[in-house]
């Protein structure tokens, strides 16, 4: 034999995961940089492997090539999986490998002409990172890792500084999908193909968070509108901690279309959750996701330069000066004689994020659904146990600014997107997922 490769313990390992990996691994730019550096795949390799058209056949060519890299090549390969996100593969090799760890240590080159088993059909643990608007790759179902739970020593440590979140369920949750628009009345809105991925997703995951879930699809802009006034209007919401509401459709800046090709504009659902349409939720946090284009710009991205960047805007704080004592001023010459009862600002407590910036297209896959609400999924599941979810939406937002599309040929090849979400929380919001506090 010739010895050239890896421990055959380790590209015994390989081989007995091979299924897995064709249909879970995600082989995108940065793990083919992370085996650069480690000198594990030349530059001719890497392109040879990025060059293929699917990740599955990324991932087939990779395998093919690692077991002749050396000795060094598993390791390499589990801490490019650790720096990729991809922690649940290298845990399953590295413990593989440990259950073959009384196999002969023999370094030798894997026949690279016995293709590797692909049929084995199991969920994608992590969103892919190539893909376009509106092509079909091969692919899988989003990532299904169950929500992992808050630990009672999180909770006891974090639940006197944040928003109460003991109810069971913790709220209600509205998810509007449109994905059939009307091709007579709006013909130019074509079909959200996988956005019916999306709906399900967001399902499942708040249903986790231990939500009650109502899915709505295909509604017209007036549907829409209904819908929302009876969902902010329910009695029910005296009983829960918080609402999530889900928006999922075409749209431009500062609203979303119905089937029926009208707009509903976005301020109007945010005043039916404010302090004075929805005093059930008063002090009580509201979120909003939305998935739908701000705009029909392409973000094309731009090349990174080395170097700090700056940005300034102006203050307005001058503009509101001496406001809050002529307030102080009016309440005295009232003379109330009784304690005026605590005010609310008009609209507070509430966080939305948004899958792109003003003016700018969302992109979305046809099989896997939207990139915003693949990335949301996964962040959730991962990490609602222990981040408050602005935390949550920044690590979205980095995912997002990390993606890039992949369509050789048409105008979304290496298109770029960016989330963005606003707030007026006052407290951290933890969900605190699969835990129930003992009063």
Same mark, same amino acid.
């Given at each position: 034999?010739?010895?050239?490769?890896?421990?055959?313990?380790?590209?015994?390992?390989?081989?007995?995961?091979?299924?897995?990996?064709?249909?879970?691994?995600?082989?995108?730019?940065?793990?083919?940089?992370? @085996?650069?550096? &480690?000198?594990?795949?030349?530059?001719?390799?890497?392109?040879?492997?990025?060059?293929?058209?699917?990740?599955?056949?990324?991932?087939?060519?990779?395998?093919?090539?690692?077991?002749?890299?050396?000795?060094?090549?598993?390791?390499?390969?589990?801490? %490019?999986?650790?720096?990729?996100?991809?922690?649940?593969?290298? &845990?399953?090799?590295?413990?593989?490998?440990?259950?073959?760890?009384?196999?002969?240590?023999?370094?030798?080159? !894997? &026949?690279? /002409?016995?293709?590797?088993?692909?049929?084995? %059909?199991?969920?994608?643990?992590?969103?892919?990172?190539?893909?376009?608007?509106?092509?079909?790759?091969?692919?899988?179902?989003?990532?299904?890792?169950? !929500?992992?739970?808050?630990?009672?020593?999180?909770?006891?440590?974090?639940?006197?500084?944040?928003?109460?979140?003991?109810?069971?369920?913790?709220?209600?949750?509205?998810?509007?999908?449109?994905?059939?628009?009307?091709?007579?009345?709006?013909?130019?809105?074509?079909?959200?193909?996988?956005?019916?991925?999306?709906?399900?997703?967001?399902?499942?995951?708040?249903?986790?968070?231990?939500?009650?879930?109502?899915?709505?699809?295909?509604?017209?802009?007036?549907?829409?509108?209904?819908?929302?006034?009876?969902?902010?209007?329910?009695?029910?919401?005296?009983?829960?901690?918080?609402? !999530?509401?889900?928006?999922?459709?075409?749209? !431009?800046?500062?609203?979303?279309?119905?089937?029926?090709?009208?707009?509903?504009?976005?301020?109007?659902?945010?005043? %039916?959750?404010?302090?004075?349409?929805?005093? @059930?939720?008063?002090?009580?946090?509201?979120?909003?996701?939305?998935?739908?284009?701000?705009?029909?710009?392409?973000?094309?991205?731009?090349?990174?330069?080395?170097?700090?960047?700056?940005?300034?805007?102006?203050?307005?704080?001058?503009?509101?000066?001496?406001?809050?004592?002529?307030?102080?001023?009016?309440?005295?010459?009232?003379?109330?004689?009784?304690?005026?009862?605590?005010?609310?600002?008009?609209?507070?407590?509430?966080?939305?994020?948004? %899958? /792109?910036?003003?003016?700018?297209?969302?992109?979305?896959?046809?099989?896997?659904?939207?990139?915003?609400?693949?990335? @949301?999924?996964?962040?959730?599941?991962?990490?609602?146990?222990?981040?408050?979810?602005? &935390?949550?939406?920044?690590?979205?937002?980095?995912?997002?600014?990390?993606?890039?599309?992949?369509?050789?040929?048409?105008?979304?090849?290496?298109?770029?997107?960016?989330?963005?979400?606003?707030? /007026?929380?006052?407290?951290?919001?933890?969900?605190?997922?699969?835990?129930?506090?003992?009063?």
């Amino acid at each position: 034999m010739l010895h050239c490769g890896m421990r055959e313990q380790d590209a015994r390992t390989l081989r007995r995961q091979s299924a897995v990996l064709c249909k879970q691994l995600v082989v995108d730019e940065l793990l083919i940089q992370c @085996l650069q550096a &480690d000198d594990i795949l030349t530059e001719s390799m890497a392109e040879s492997i990025m060059a293929e058209q699917t990740s599955q056949k990324r991932s087939w060519r990779l395998q093919l090539l690692l077991p002749k890299r050396g000795p060094k090549a598993f390791s390499s390969f589990c801490s %490019a999986l650790r720096a990729t996100d991809q922690q649940h593969l290298c &845990d399953l090799l590295t413990q593989t490998s440990e259950t073959n760890g009384n196999g002969t240590h023999v370094e030798t080159c !894997v &026949d690279s /002409s016995v293709p590797l088993p692909t049929q084995e %059909a199991v969920p994608a643990k992590r969103a892919r990172a190539h893909e376009s608007l509106e092509v079909s790759l091969d692919a899988d179902s989003p990532i299904n890792t169950p !929500v992992l739970p808050c630990t009672p020593d999180f909770y006891l440590s974090h639940f006197q500084q944040s928003y109460k979140m003991a109810s069971s369920p913790r709220g209600f949750a509205l998810v509007i999908s449109n994905v059939t628009f009307n091709p007579c009345a709006a013909p130019e809105l074509d079909p959200r193909k996988g956005g019916e991925v999306d709906d399900e997703v967001l399902r499942k995951v708040f249903t986790e968070l231990e939500y009650s879930v109502t899915v709505q699809r295909d509604l017209t802009a007036q549907g829409i509108k209904t819908c929302i006034q009876n969902f902010s209007g329910r009695p029910e919401h005296r009983s829960v901690d918080s609402c !999530v509401v889900c928006l999922l459709s075409h749209g !431009v800046e500062g609203a979303v279309y119905g089937i029926d090709g009208e707009l509903l504009q976005l301020d109007w659902v945010f005043e %039916a959750f404010d302090n004075a349409h929805c005093p @059930l939720l008063q002090n009580k946090p509201k979120m909003f996701f939305i998935q739908a284009c701000r705009g029909d710009e392409m973000d094309c991205g731009v090349e990174q330069i080395d170097g700090p960047s700056r940005t300034s805007s102006p203050s307005c704080e001058q503009r509101d000066a001496g406001r809050e004592g002529e307030k102080d001023a009016e309440g005295r010459q009232r003379g109330d004689i009784c304690r005026p009862r605590i005010k609310l600002p008009q609209r507070s407590d509430m966080i939305c994020g948004f %899958a /792109s910036l003003k003016g700018t297209a969302a992109m979305r896959n046809t099989k896997r659904g939207s990139w915003f609400i693949q990335e @949301l999924n996964t962040a959730l599941r991962l990490h609602a146990r222990d981040r408050h979810l602005a &935390d949550i939406l920044v690590q979205v937002n980095r995912r997002i600014k990390d993606r890039e599309g992949y369509a050789p040929g048409t105008a979304h090849h290496r298109c770029k997107e960016m989330s963005e979400f606003t707030s /007026s929380l006052c407290k951290d919001l933890f969900l605190f997922p699969k835990y129930q506090p003992q009063y």
